[in-house]
């Protein structure tokens, strides 16, 4: 069992930047690949970014790619989401996830943990 804690959002203009946080307890020990899903109003919830384990592997969604980094700290038991030049359409609650397996992983099925998720708010 792994509990996870995201942190880190917040209000920002656009163009602006965040740095989202997602801290991971319990059987941490394991290899878990980890990501991050959000979900805007009124829409379903949507892949973001996925790393393996190792931090060897990496995945971004199109909307992203170029300007969201994904990063994680095995030691620290943290992940992170490095948020650049964020547009209006960025505006979602951000759920840090993880998986033991990583397949499938623009699937929210296929992830078995999840965060409670932060708010991430970009104005025009």
């Known amino acids: 069992q792994v509990q996870l804690v995201e942190s880190g959002g917040g209000l920002v203009q656009a163009g602006g930047s965040l740095r989202l946080s997602c801290a991971a307890s319990?059987?941490?020990?394991?290899?878990?690949?980890m990501g991050w899903f959000r979900q805007a109003p009124g829409k379903e919830r949507e892949f973001v970014t996925a790393?393996?384990?190792?931090?060897?592997?990496?995945l971004y969604a199109d909307s992203v790619k170029g300007r969201f980094t994904i990063s994680r700290d095995n030691a620290k038991n943290r992940m992170y989401l490095q948020m650049n030049s964020l547009k209006p359409e960025d505006t979602a609650i951000y759920y840090c996830?993880?998986?033991?397996?990583?397949?499938?992983?623009?699937?929210?099925?296929?992830?078995?943990?999840w965060g409670q998720g932060t708010q991430v708010t970009v104005s025009s």
């Open positions: 996830t993880a998986n033991s397996n990583y397949y499938n992983v623009r699937s929210r099925g296929n992830w078995s943990y």
């Open positions: 319990g059987r941490t020990s394991g290899n878990y690949h």
């Open positions: 790393i393996t384990w190792s931090g060897g592997g990496i």
